[in-house]
């Protein structure tokens, strides 16, 4: 089984390209940890999903892609749109779609700022904490990457050789 990773490149207008990377092109060993000594952040590997059902029609997903026709979308449609961590639907937006990328770009997942845990990891670190609410079935979450208290949003484009990747934030 092949896992695809995300290199991150530089900046451009709030966003940051994205491309698909094959894990064996990682290397065999951690990154060095730079100089000045930042704190690591924990690191999980997604083994599995679930598929959820969020009964949106194509024509209602697509309403969440524009500004006008998002804004005019029932509360109870979009309150349908989980603000977890997943891939595939439409987005859960904390301000609006006026900042995603246009024309060509396909949303295809959002990044929260917590790891869900469906059963508790083995052996489980001591960063990794029992849900007691249980929220959308997860037994155990952590801390994940600091997003400010928002979400990434993840696009991709068809290129001529190779898709390209955007990813952007908001709080």
Not at 48 to 74: H, N, S, V, W, Y
Not at 78 to 103: C, I
């Amino acid at each position: 089984m092949t896992r695809e990773c995300v290199r991150l490149g530089k900046h451009f207008q709030g966003q940051t390209p994205v491309s698909p990377l094959n894990r064996n092109c990682l290397g065999n060993k951690e990154t060095k940890v730079p100089d000045n000594n930042p704190p690591v952040d924990p690191e999980v590997w997604i083994e599995d999903c679930i598929a959820k059902d969020d009964g949106l029609t194509m024509d209602i997903a697509d309403a969440f892609l524009t500004e006008q026709a998002f804004r005019e979308l029932p509360e109870e449609v979009v309150k349908r749109v989980t603000w977890s961590t997943r891939l595939g639907g439409p987005p859960r937006w904390m301000q609006g779609p006026d900042e995603a990328p246009k024309p060509g770009w396909k949303f295809v997942g959002q990044l929260g700022g917590a790891y869900s845990f469906l059963n508790a990891p083995l052996p489980c670190p001591a960063w990794v904490e029992p849900d007691h609410g249980n929220w959308e079935g997860r037994t155990h979450v952590a801390t994940g990457p600091n997003l400010g208290g928002g979400l990434a949003y993840l696009f991709l484009k068809d290129g001529n050789q190779r898709p390209e990747g955007c990813m952007f934030w908001q709080r």
